[in-house]
């Protein structure tokens, strides 16, 4: 069964850094391209970043380029986001999303930049 | 960026009854593989967003068969033949043709 379960949202002051983690298992994760996709509260999804199965391809919104960064560790099966410089409108609960068209998705963890 | 309007962004449905949404793009969603990356997505209320389609009419896994995806180059439909009680939530439409991904802005469904 592919599951993915991302960690590490929380309350960050604006300016800050947090790194999110999504713990893959149930499937071949190095063959397949990751997505980071957002939701900020009771609004629709905005789409953050990708990067394919062998990171060698990496794609931001204009909305977090130069702030946030992507990166995996394929022998650990795990996504990352490292976020920089954190400002409030970046709250949302944050979804990790398997494949190029996002077939499969996490539960979602909360991010919450205020101070 | 190619926007990707929804319509209606409220429908109020009937138990029984045909239901139907639209999403437009700005470009055509056509790859230079020839194939359109048109996904729909369905996100109950609490719930994380669950793919119905994909490549436009493609429909995902246990995705049941009163659910149809139609469209091509910048118009797309989703249309719902009966609708139960287990629809309602949000869908959203998203190309993964262009960079950016870019989503619709959701059409909320109710009874």
């Known amino acids: 069964e592919v599951q993915m379960v991302e960690s590490g949202g929380t309350l960050v002051q604006p300016g800050g850094s947090l790194r999110l983690s999504c713990a893959a298992s149930?499937?071949?994760?190095?063959?397949?391209?990751m997505n980071w996709v957002r939701q900020a509260p009771g609004k629709g999804l905005e789409w953050v970043s990708s990067i394919a199965g062998s990171a060698d391809y990496t794609n931001y919104a204009d909305s977090v380029k130069g702030r946030f960064t992507v990166f995996r560790d394929n022998s650990r099966n795990t996504l990352y986001l490292q976020m920089n410089r954190l400002r409030v409108e970046d709250t949302a609960t944050y979804y990790c999303a398997k494949g190029w068209s996002a077939d499969s998705w996490g539960q979602g963890t909360l991010v919450t930049v205020s101070s | 960026d190619v926007v990707m309007t929804q319509s209606p962004l409220s429908l109020p449905v009937t138990l029984g009854q045909p239901a139907s949404i639209s999403c437009r793009s700005t470009?055509?969603?056509?790859?230079?593989?020839?194939?359109?990356?048109l996904n729909w997505f369905h996100q109950r209320p609490g719930q994380s967003p669950r793919r119905l389609f994909f490549?436009?009419?493609k429909r995902d896994s246990g995705v049941p068969d009163r659910f149809t995806g139609s469209g091509s180059g910048t118009e797309f439909t989703l249309k719902i033949s009966r609708v139960e009680a287990e629809d309602v939530g949000v869908y959203y439409c998203?190309?993964?043709?262009?960079?950016?991904?870019?989503f619709g802005q959701g059409t909320k469904v109710e009874i």
């Open positions: 490549r436009v009419s």
């Open positions: 470009q055509s969603l056509v790859f230079s593989d020839g194939n359109t990356y």
């Open positions: 998203m190309q993964s043709t262009h960079w950016p991904r870019t």
């Open positions: 149930g499937f071949t994760f190095d063959a397949n391209a």
